[in-house]
């Protein structure tokens, strides 16, 4: 067709392009309707410039040559391209399909290595040879709501959906193969949520294996497998959803991968496996996510500073690791047990927000930064032949009507978990069985009429004076396990103290026991008391006598000293000295009155 040449396509039939020949459209490009290629075999089409048709169809044993053109089938509601012979398009810049894309048992598709085959509006796609190859670089629609169905399974080089626009696998199959370059990019939908729906993503690109924009969304099924060899690139504000037993996997080859998943990106119903292909593969965490099970089978996970929410249960295998950096882990589960299994890793802050009975159990040990649990009525469950060590900070916290358990998972043969020597320590409302912490600071209960103990090694429910540093009471590092507060019982035991403890400010705490031995001044400060007040034989109590003294009862077997510098009135409330020194300490000579 030449420059001013008008072609009218037929309104019925088609056109058939038999023999050795080449077709050229010189004009504004227009449609030449239903093609076929070929009648009676070893023909060979070869395109000469762009070419639009509505229908196009290569005969068996035929072929067309796109050349470095472009081809266009249209959507006419028919078939639109099918490929029974050879469909050649190495060159081409683009095939532009808008209707059913058929390559049938006995036809051969050459991609172009660097055009595009582009899917549009709506349209199924089917590869049914018997040895599938690759359809090339694929883009799925032009963001005018398409709607493209694989209705096989389906091998391509690259493939992007376009915002506004869906591709559905039907308990399909969609493999992406390495080239080099972006994997699999979805600014629109995925649908894998068909049953036996997969995605394996070959790409080994170490940042954009498979990219989501700001606006797309993937649907997985309940067997899904979504599997990347490279890393993963998730904008905020995409949306994964998935169906219960969905698997996430990487499968990375040397090197490290990024993988920013983003929290909104997951569904606490995915399962998420790291398990390296080749040896020496890092997955570099660059965002915060929520997730089923957390599996490592191989290779290292980086998880920086991010937060990883876990649904279900954490498993590092014998060749996986966890760098835990300053990450945070946090196990939530509203209907049953999880299970943490860390192999050789540490963790960092481990926060446990498991609601139910059964609670989180630990099946090896592990060193972590912080633990904390506040969830009344749950259990945390001890590895008898392993340690937690806590290295700064422990909080845990029950009700008075609903306590945590902490247990051994062998019942009678004590657990270790200790808290590191430094590290401070919030524990409340427990119940502790079989479980030695020998190795770190005695760990206290705050409320020791209502917590208890059975088979617990280094547990007790008041505070220890020490003196390490000074004599100054409200410096926490002359405590063990840190400074008490008006709940705790506190004692100043004969052994094991540097300085003897002085009041710098007034001070409330439940009980004071004085050991003999020991001492306590009040030094002018005022001494609250809601429990007991113990002042043991061969110990001294020293006051001034002005300072406002208040406690529910007194053993008073020591030596009481006061050491006033002005005229006073002795306190009321201690009615009976075992031992009683007046010694002055200033220049004046003070009266003491009853």
């Not at 055009?115 to 049914?128: A, C, K, P, Q, Y």
């Not at 040896?279 to 290292?300: H, K, P, Q, R, Y």
């Not at 770190?440 to 547990?459: C, F, H, P, R």
């Not at 004969?494 to 403890?501: A, H, M, R, S």
Request: charged content about 15%; some cysteine.
């Amino acid at each position: 067709i030449g420059a001013n040449g008008i072609y009218t396509k037929p309104s019925s039939g088609k056109l058939v392009l038999d023999g050795i020949l080449t077709i050229t459209d010189s004009s504004t490009i227009q449609n030449f309707g239903v093609v076929e290629i070929g009648a009676d075999g070893d023909s060979t089409v070869s395109l000469g410039t762009a070419v639009t048709v509505d229908e196009l169809t290569v005969i068996e044993s035929d072929t067309l040559n796109l050349s470095s053109y472009n081809l266009t089938v249209t959507d006419t509601g028919e078939n639109g391209l099918t490929v029974n012979g050879t469909l050649n398009a190495l060159n081409s810049l683009q095939v532009i399909v808008k209707d059913n894309f058929v390559i049938a048992i006995t036809g051969t598709y050459t991609p172009s290595t660097t055009g595009t085959l582009i899917l549009d509006e709506t349209l199924n796609l089917s590869d049914n040879r018997e040895t599938q190859a690759t359809i090339g670089i694929v883009q799925i629609g032009q963001g005018a709501s398409a709607d493209i169905t694989f209705t096989t399974d389906i091998i391509a080089d690259r493939l992007t959906i376009t915002a506004n626009d869906k591709l559905t696998l039907p308990g399909k199959k969609l493999t992406i193969t390495d080239t080099g370059l972006n994997g699999l990019t979805i600014n629109g939908i995925l649908d894998a949520s068909t049953a036996d729906s997969d995605i394996d993503v070959n790409e080994t690109s170490l940042t954009q294996s498979v990219v989501l924009g700001s606006s797309s969304e993937l649907k997985l099924s309940s067997n899904s497998i979504f599997s990347s060899e490279g890393g993963w690139d998730g904008a905020v504000g995409n949306t994964f959803t998935v169906a219960s037993g969905a698997k996430l996997k990487f499968e990375g080859g040397q090197g490290t991968r990024t993988v920013s998943l983003d929290l909104q990106t997951l569904s606490s119903s995915l399962d998420l496996e790291f398990d390296e292909s080749v040896e020496g593969t890092t997955w570099d965490i660059e965002s915060a996510f929520s997730c089923n099970d957390l599996v490592i089978t191989d290779g290292i996970l980086k998880a920086n500073d991010k937060t990883l929410t876990i649904t279900g249960d954490l498993t590092v295998g014998a060749n996986g690791s966890f760098t835990e950096e300053t990450s945070t882990l946090t196990f939530s589960n509203s209907t049953g047990l999880q299970t943490i299994t860390t192999g050789s890793s540490n963790l960092y802050n481990l926060n446990l927000e498991n609601t139910t009975s059964s609670g989180v159990t630990f099946a090896d040990g592990f060193s972590c930064y912080s633990l904390t649990n506040t969830q009344a009525g749950t259990k945390i469950t001890f590895d008898d032949e392993s340690e937690v060590v806590v290295t700064n900070s422990i909080s845990i916290t029950g009700s008075e009507l609903s306590l945590i358990s902490l247990v051994s998972d062998n019942a009678g043969t004590q657990a270790k978990f200790s808290l590191s020597s430094g590290g401070s320590q919030s524990i409340s409302y427990v119940l502790v069985t079989d479980i030695d912490s020998s190795d770190g600071v005695k760990l206290i209960t705050q409320d020791d009429e209502i917590s208890t103990t059975s088979n617990a090694s280094n547990w007790g429910s008041v505070y220890i004076w020490t003196g390490e540093v000074s004599s100054d009471w409200s410096n926490a590092a002359n405590w063990n396990p840190g400074l008490p507060s008006t709940i705790h019982n506190v004692i100043i035991p004969t052994e094991g103290v540097t300085n003897n403890p002085v009041l710098t400010q007034a001070v409330s705490v439940k009980g004071i026991s004085i050991r003999s031995g020991r001492s306590l001044s009040l030094d002018g400060n005022n001494l609250t008391l809601t429990g007991s007040f113990t002042i043991d034989q061969g110990s001294t109590f020293i006051l001034n006598g002005d300072e406002t003294i208040s406690f529910g009862s007194i053993t008073n077997n020591g030596l009481v000293k006061y050491v006033g510098t002005s005229d006073v009135t002795l306190p009321s409330n201690i009615a009976s000295y075992t031992n009683l020194e007046f010694d002055e300490s200033g220049s004046l000579d003070p009266t003491y009155t009853l």
